[in-house]
């Protein structure tokens, strides 16, 4: 269930045990809170339920500090980095 409450799949099995599948998220899924809701038959006390943030992707930032070793530098010199 996306977060604004829209059922965006069913599965239904017929069969005993455990059951192991995978639902991919859409592409460009909504932001905010999922849930997947599981149950086995008819009686509404069989639900499970359980929930998942999905957040918008803040790139990682990092810096760079530059610390020259002399305040000018020629054409052919050559600089090393650490």
Do not use: Q
């Not at 059922?7 to 455990?18: A, C, I, K, Q, Y």
């Not at 639900?47 to 530098?73: A, H």
């Amino acid at each position: 269930m996306n977060p604004g409450g829209t059922t965006e799949d069913n599965f239904l099995f017929s069969t005993r045990g455990v059951i192991s599948s995978i639902y991919r998220l859409p592409e460009i899924a909504r932001v905010g809170t999922w849930k997947v809701v599981c149950g086995f038959g008819k009686n509404k006390d069989n639900l499970f339920t359980t929930e998942f943030e999905v957040k918008e992707y803040v790139p990682p930032r990092f810096e760079v500090k530059l610390t020259p070793g002399k305040s000018f530098f020629h054409v052919d010199d050559e600089i090393t980095a650490k």
